[in-house]
Nanobody, 114 residues
Framework: QVPLVESGGGSVQAGDSLSLSCTTSDRSGIYDMGWYRQAPGKEREVVAI????????IYADSVKGRFTISRDNTKRAVTLQMNRLKVEDTAKYHC????????WGEGTQVTVSS
């Protein structure tokens, strides 16, 4: 089990930006990581995934052009920069590590109002 700690969530207005951070104490870090989100009454959905080398990235269509995922393996951190936030981005964002079977962070809340 790999412990994941998220931070950076908050309440903002549409058009604003937030940066989420996920850190782990795991010394290896050789696995894909990413961010998922889940809104009340909805299923969890993928937001962005990044390979351990950082050269392969996948974004949900809904966030392409607005969100940027990156990682710094020296700092053992994954960052999700979210720009031009929309109301529909409101959800609890969870960090994920593809450690097989996989590990999840407890999540950080992002609330966007119009």
């Amino acid at each position: 089990q790999v412990p994941l700690v998220e931070s950076g969530g908050g309440s903002v207005q549409a058009g604003d930006s937030l940066s989420l951070s996920c850190t782990t104490s795991d010394r290896s870090g050789i696995y894909d990581m990413g961010w998922y989100r889940q809104a009340p009454g909805k299923e969890r959905e993928v937001v962005a995934i990044i390979s351990w080398t950082g050269d392969r990235i996948i974004y949900a269509d809904s966030v392409k052009g607005r969100f940027t995922i990156s990682r710094d393996n020296t700092k053992r951190a994954v960052t999700l920069q979210m720009n031009r936030l929309k109301v529909e981005d409101t959800a609890k964002y969870h960090c994920y590590a593809d450690t097989k079977p996989g590990d999840w962070g407890e999540g950080t809340q992002v609330t966007v109002s119009s």
